[in-house]
């Protein structure tokens, strides 16, 4: 059984930085696709970074110089180091895993992945 654990969210002002932190219990997820997906209210749900088995990173467009991901296989952790944060980046942020160890091609489906965390909350005011 994998349990995902998010921390890390909390209010900050644009320009500011955060790091999300996801702690796994179960299964090393050095075998898994990991990622990160955010949900703005009233808004579907999309990913913003994901790392694959050979710790080969993505991130969104919408993020790209500000976010960065990075895994721990040692802490058995994924992390989501967030720079220069915007209004716009306001959301709840889900750590998610996926069954195989590749991603597949970008942008990413949320019924790829099998395991979620309850999110943690991100909001950034201008």
């Known amino acids: 059984q994998m349990q995902l654990v998010e921390s890390g969210g909390g209010s900050v002002q644009a320009g500011g930085s955060l790091r999300l932190s996801c702690v796994v219990s179960g299964p090393a997820i050095r075998n898994y696709c990991m990622a990160w997906f955010r949900q703005a209210p009233g808004k579907g749900r999309e990913a913003v970074a994901d790392?694959?088995?050979?710790?080969?990173?993505r991130v969104a467009d919408s993020v790209k110089g500000r976010f960065t991901v990075s895994k721990d296989n040692n802490r058995n952790a994924l992390d989501l180091r967030m720079n220069s944060l915007l209004p716009e980046d306001t959301a709840m942020y889900y750590c998610?895993?996926?069954?195989?160890?590749?991603?597949?091609?970008?942008?990413?489906?949320?019924?790829?992945?099998?395991?979620w965390g309850q999110g943690t909350q991100v909001t950034v005011s201008s």
């Open positions: 998610a895993a996926k069954s195989f160890p590749y991603c597949g091609p970008w942008p990413l489906s949320e019924t790829d992945f099998d395991h």
């Open positions: 790392i694959n088995m050979d710790s080969i990173a």
